[in-house]
Structure formats: structure tokens, C-alpha cells
């Protein structure tokens, strides 16, 4: 199985700050990660597939790079409904697997 | 306007069995994958399984945790997808989410239902 490694596994942050979230999968997944935001006590929802392609909907203030092992959430300028938790996932092959999640925090 | 509904969550004992079912909306539900996804309490999110559409028969894939006591399934002709949960253990208790892979193959997950919850306790 492939396993998906986040970092930090949380922060603290202030309303205009530029954030980056890495994930790190433990082999090559190409550009198969996809990033997922969950407010407390809500679903999730889908930001990023393809590493760096945005859905539809989600502020241009979020972008995703990366490829192979190595992969980045950018958020250029946190807003306050953004403090939320982030978790990768690859689906590349199965089992399909996420991260352990970073929540961000409000400084 | 895309809707994944979940329903049938409640309170089992162990060894038991229960059936979630989720109720799509707003597209052509035969055209995509479907997967089910869960958290546990306080936990990340687990993959539990995923049905293919029609194209690709049908087919199912599933996590080792659940393999061999869940089966997904899904009726085209009713826009739904179900879950069977069959030997419920206290480790099954989460939240269950139903989500849609997107129109691209593999498909990446693009939108969740709110989710059921599932306690299994005696």
C-alpha cells in the first residue's frame, strides 16, 4: 500500500498569511493527489485533483504542485473561512489513501 | 445542482449487520464511479470501497479492512449506491460518507455526501 505522509500535522496562522501544506507519498504516484479541506463536524470537500487542478468552484487563492512522491498545498492568503483541516490522497492504485491530515489554526 | 444523500446509519451490536444506502441527484449517476469513505471519531478518513460504473461492469474494489464483510452496490435505475455491512465490529464505528469520482479516468473523488453515522456497540 502506498502511504501518504502530511506535514505539519498542524499550524498556526493569521488571516493573510500564505500557507503551504506538504504531502509526501512513500512511491511514485505520478500526478494522481488530490487535496481535501473539512470544516469540524461537516464533510469534506474536494480542492485539487491532479496534483494541481482546481475544482470547480474553489477560490484561485488555492493551488496544488507537485509530482512522483513529492506534493504541495499553497493557500496565497489565508481567509477566515479557510482554518480548517487538509488531507491528501493519492488514487493512483489501491487501496486508495489519504494522509493523516494538517489542521489550520487561527494565531 | 449535484446531491448525494446518505441514509440508514444507526446503533448495531457487534456481529451485526446493517445496509447504507445513498440517494444521487443533479447527474447521470451511470456515468461514475461511486465510493464509499469513512471516519472514525477523531480520526482521518479511511477509503472503504469503490463500484465502477456500467462501462466497466460494475466491478468493485475494497479495503483490507472491510473485504469479505462489505459489499457496494448500486442500482442505476434508482440513482442509488448502498453499502452492506455484514460482522460489524466496535472498529467499524465512523461516519460514512458517499462521494462521486469524477468524469475522468482514475477518477478523483468530487463530491461527498454529509455523511451517516454508524456506531456499533453493544
Known amino acids: 500500500d502506498i502511504q501518504m505522509t502530511q506535514s505539519p500535522s498542524s499550524l498556526s496562522a493569521s488571516v493573510g498569511d500564505r500557507v503551504t501544506i506538504t504531502c509526501r507519498a512513500s512511491?511514485?504516484?505520478?500526478?494522481?493527489l488530490a487535496w481535501f479541506q473539512q470544516k469540524p463536524g461537516k464533510a469534506p470537500k474536494s480542492l485539487i485533483y491532479h496534483a494541481s487542478s482546481l475544482q470547480s468552484g474553489v477560490p484561485s487563492r488555492f493551488s496544488g504542485s507537485g509530482s512522483g512522491t513529492d506534493f504541495t498545498l499553497t493557500i496565497s492568503s489565508l481567509q477566515p473561512e479557510d482554518f480548517a483541516t487538509y488531507y491528501c490522497q493519492h488514487y493512483k492504485n489501491y487501496p486508495l489513501t489519504f494522509g493523516g491530515g494538517t489542521k489550520v489554526e487561527i494565531k | 445542482e449535484v446531491q448525494l444523500v446518505e441514509s440508514g446509519g444507526g446503533l448495531v451490536q457487534p456481529g451485526g449487520s446493517l445496509r447504507l444506502s445513498c440517494a444521487a441527484s443533479?447527474?447521470?449517476?451511470?456515468?461514475?464511479?461511486m465510493d464509499w469513505v469513512r471516519q472514525a471519531p477523531g480520526k482521518g478518513l479511511e477509503w472503504v470501497g469503490r463500484?465502477?460504473?456500467?462501462?466497466?461492469?460494475?466491478?468493485?474494489e475494497y479495503a483490507a479492512s472491510v473485504k469479505d464483510r462489505f459489499t457496494i452496490s448500486r442500482d442505476d435505475s434508482k440513482n442509488s449506491l448502498y453499502l452492506q455491512m455484514n460482522s460489524l465490529k466496535t472498529e467499524d464505528t465512523a461516519v460514512y460518507y458517499c462521494v462521486r469520482g469524477g468524469s475522468i479516468i482514475p477518477p478523483p473523488f468530487d463530491c461527498w455526501g454529509q455523511g451517516t453515522l454508524v456506531t456499533v456497540s453493544s
Open positions: 512511491q511514485g504516484i505520478s500526478n494522481y
Open positions: 443533479g447527474f447521470i449517476f451511470s456515468d461514475h464511479y
Open positions: 463500484t465502477r460504473n456500467k462501462a466497466n461492469s460494475y466491478t468493485t
